[in-house]
């Protein structure tokens, strides 16, 4: 096998080749998000109320799927350092097995647990009603989430992430295509409301999925599917689950936190409710970015263990984080500035800009400490310790935020609530620096220098 450039061009202009498509994509996939849920709030604010009550479940398909892509390109890239290939194979075609277990395992559970879920969030049967419409569809058609994230990771995982980028944007231009039209019924499609966006959503995963399988068996020829005669490999599944287990609870504890943290502003008003599923989808053009940056560097770390060359791996960990503290700072700098401006795409009426804009102020003063966290968390991942990942999010969430926000909504003002997101982020950014030590001691500092 020849040399991969994650071996060989300089990290800088590395982070940044293997990174921009990705964060583009990201971006763009974030874009369609924020779509999403600015042509639902013109249906009914109750109907954004019901998106933002149906994000933890979409949020947990999405870790499953991350959490798994995770585990398989930890490994596929470490395998290629080492310049395996039977075992590079091997990681890919057992992934793509594991992502077709992934949504047949969200089809059954979506008989049994979508309409209690939401119901123990809100006694209004509209916002039920609403939610039940969004997530059959979301949840019964996740082959395309699945397979897709898969896919890209996989192209990711080799260094081709322009072909991602390729995928994930094509799979968002057809979501911000057919909202309206679905939504609304333009022209010879039929009026499905708030079905019509989950349709959408579907449809944007299934074509992405279906570009990024073509990049895969045309274009990446670092791995070799080999689907004949193939029977699941117990040891690497094991592996990637090694790594991919705790990401994907890192990833799910998100859900249960919006969850309470849902139940918790429930007691002010379903407005707030929706105010703080209106920040997520705000929030999310600056940190995919950051995530996107991330996922192109977990690879160039992973290689540069499996190489051996320390120099490289220090120079990606402190390059990630200066470039995700600067994204962050944008971030702040625009969601202190104009908050009223963005609650105004969703229709925000005056009680939502009541709220919504001090929560965006507040909230908006831990962007730079999750910059630190998220790039820390993302090293422990391309060392394979993801658990310290697990620990800090747990802490972060279960230990300090809902705890936090909970006391706080005694006081009988909400905006007080959104104080609690900038405490937490100073207790993760305190671990992630203790973890980081205890990584560069006993995983970084006994490499040779190259």
């Known amino acids: 096998m020849q040399e ?9 202009p590395l982070i940044l080749n293997m990174s921009l498509p990705i964060m583009f994509s990201m971006f763009v996939h974030a874009l369609y998000n924020v779509v999403d849920s600015i042509f639902v709030a013109r249906i009914h604010e109750n109907a954004l109320t019901a998106v933002s009550l149906a994000f933890p479940i979409q949020n947990i398909m999405i870790s499953v799927g991350v959490g798994t892509a995770v585990g398989v390109n930890a490994l596929l890239s470490m395998r290629l350092g080492q310049k395996n290939q039977e075992a590079v194979n091997k990681a890919a075609t057992n992934g793509l097995f594991l992502a077709l277990c992934s949504s047949a395992a969200f ?33 019964f058609g996740s082959f395309g989430l699945f397979t897709a994230i898969m896919l890209d ?27 309206p039209l679905l939504i609304f019924g333009l ?37 070799q599917f080999k689907f004949r005669q193939f029977k699941p490999d117990g040891a690497i599944i094991k592996q990637i689950y090694r790594v991919g287990v705790p990401s994907i609870l890192l990833g799910s504890v998100g859900s249960v936190t919006t969850f309470f943290i849902n139940r918790i502003l429930g007691r002010f008003s379903t407005t707030a409710i929706a105010v703080y599923g209106v920040y997520f989808k705000l929030n999310s053009f600056i940190f995919m970015p950051v995530f996107g940056l991330n996922n192109g560097i977990v690879p160039i770390i992973a290689y540069n263990y499996g190489a051996e060359n320390k120099k490289r791996i220090i120079q990606a960990v ?30 925000a009426s005056d009680n939502m800009l009541a709220i919504g804009v001090p929560a965006m102020r507040i909230i908006a003063t831990s962007f730079i400490g999750a910059a630190i966290a ?4 993302s090293v422990f991942q391309a060392f394979s310790s993801a658990t310290y990942s697990m620990i800090i999010s747990f802490a972060r969430q279960l230990l300090v935020l809902l705890p936090v926000a909970y006391f706080l909504s005694f006081t009988g003002n909400v905006n007080n609530v959104w104080w609690a997101f900038p405490v937490a ?3 993760s ?22």
């Open 4 to 12: 991969n450039k994650m071996g060989t061009m300089p990290i800088m």
């Open 107 to 139: 089809f059954l559970l979506g008989f049994f647990i979508i309409r209690p879920y939401l119901a123990g969030q809100t006694d209004n049967q509209e916002i039920i009603n609403f939610g039940m419409q969004y997530l059959n569809v979301c949840v």
């Open 153 to 179: 990771r996989l192209l990711q995982g080799t260094g081709r992430t322009m072909f991602s980028m390729y995928s994930q944007i094509s799979g968002a231009i057809t979501n911000i295509i057919f909202d």
């Open 187 to 223: 022209g010879p499609f039929p009026r499905m409301g708030i079905t019509g966006a989950a349709v959408a959503t579907v449809m944007g995963q299934w074509v992405s999925m279906v570009v990024s399988f073509t990049c895969n068996i045309k274009i990446n020829k670092d791995i």
């Open 318 to 347: 402190r390059s990630g984080i200066l470039l995700a503290a600067a994204i962050m700072l944008f971030g702040t700098f625009l969601f202190e500035c104009f908050p009223v401006q963005f609650l105004r795409l969703f229709k």
């Open 374 to 377: 998220i790039s820390l968390t």
């Open 425 to 427: 982020e100073v207790a």
């Open 429 to 450: 950014v305190l671990l992630s620096c203790i973890f980081m030590a205890k990584v560069y001691r006993t995983k970084i500092k006994p490499l040779r220098n190259i």
